[in-house]
Structures are given as C-alpha cells and as structure tokens.
T-cell receptor, first 114, second 112 residues
C-alpha cells in the first residue's frame, strides 16, 4: 500500500493567490482528515469527512478555506485568497471508521505564502 | 469539546534512561488514546495506542498507561536511544467517530 499521498509536497505562493492541496487516502479507508501544523498552534484538525461527507468543519479558520471530497479516493483543501499567516504544514490523514481508529498521516504539504 | 494537555513540553534524558510523558483529557466520553512520534520534517507516525477497556499496553521499549477515573494517560520509553529523539504527541478520540484532539507535543532529546 502506498499510504496517504499528498501533493504538492511544497508550495510557495504570493499573498492573494489561490492554493489547492490534494490528498489521496489509503485504499479502503472511509474517513479523511485535514490538519494544519504550526509552531504556535501545534496540530489542529481543520475538517474531517466520513464516507465522503463533511462531518466536522469547526476547525476551518475562516471562509477563505474550503474542502471537498468528491469521491472516496480524493480530497482537496483550497485557500482563496491566501495570506502569509496561512503558512504551515498541512497534513492529510485517513482511517477506517468501522471499529478501528488508527489514523495514518500523509507526508504533508509545506505551504509558504509570501 | 475535548481538551488535551501534555507535559512536559521538552524533555532531555541520558541515553539508557527512561522518559515519561503525561497527558490529561477533559471529555469522559473519549475512549481511544494514540501516541504519535514526529521526527524533524517528517509526518506524525503512530507508535502505540490504547483503548479505554485496557489499563496498560506495552510494545518492546514503549508502554502506555491509562487512568480513566483521573482522565490521564502516559507514555513510558525505557532504555532510551538517540533515535528516540523526536516530538511526541498524545491524542484522544471520542466514543462516537474518530476525530482526534492532540496535545501540544513533547520534544524529547536523548543525549548520547
């Protein structure tokens, strides 16, 4: 199994630009999570999906952030417009919610907004 | 919502000594408690977990204990080695669904 796949691994963009981060969960997993990691705030859950349906988006910082999961093997996190304070590492994780809870993380996307 | 506190924030130990990291949680409905290790520039990796029906779990040099009454759980690393140097995160998950709330992390440095 290839594990959780994220792209791009690094993204540098200018303030005001749109950024789209992509995630492919582990095959067979039906829950997907987007996290943001910064030195100041640690690991924060932004949003999670169960069976492609958003369950909890209370961690999404503001309307500039949006996430979609059009099918079981793909999810996107979009920031529009981006701001310097969005600079962070964004992780995607997946798990199988049928009685097992282990979450497996992708390699992350390091976003820098200048 | 759930709140997870983790202590200490940094921990320095001599190689061969033990390291202990403690976490407390607030939601009595939480029933799953994983620990993740994150090396510099890498993803968090699950190293051990415990469910609420078990008080202790061990895997080679690492062990986790859980006290549901007091709502705290701990990670114990024995015979520490330099490769144990990393940031360790505890987390808690509610009975319904598998949303994880993470503690603030502990930076462990094992000095040779």
């Amino acid at each position: 199994d290839a594990g959780v796949i994220q792209s791009p691994r690094h993204e540098v963009t200018e303030m005001g630009q749109e950024v789209t981060l992509r995630c492919k969960p582990i095959s067979g997993h039906n829950s997907l999570f987007w996290y943001r990691q910064t030195m100041m705030r640690g690991l924060e859950l932004l949003i999670y999906f169960n069976n492609n349906v958003p369950i909890d988006d209370s961690g999404m910082p503001e309307d500039r952030f949006s996430a979609k999961m059009p099918n079981a093997s793909f999810s996107t996190l979009k920031i529009q417009p981006s701001e310097p304070r969005d600079s962070a590492v964004y992780f995607c994780a997946s798990s199988f919610s049928g009685g097992r809870y282990e979450q497996y993380f992708g390699p992350g996307t390091r976003l820098t907004v200048t | 919502g759930e709140n997870v506190e983790q202590h200490p924030s940094t921990l320095s130990v001599q190689e061969g000594d033990s390291a202990v990291i403690k976490c407390t949680y607030s939601d009595s409905a939480s029933n799953y408690f994983p620990w993740y290790k994150q090396e510099l520039g890498k993803r968090p990796q699950l190293i051990i977990d415990i469910r609420s029906n078990v008080g202790e779990k061990k895997d080679q040099r690492i062990a986790v204990t859980l006290n549901k009454t007091a709502k705290h759980f701990s990670l114990h690393i024995t015979e520490t080695q330099p490769e144990d140097s990393a940031v360790y995160f505890c987390a808690a998950s509610p009975a319904a669904g598998n949303k994880l709330t993470f503690g603030g992390g502990t930076r462990v440095l094992v000095k040779p």
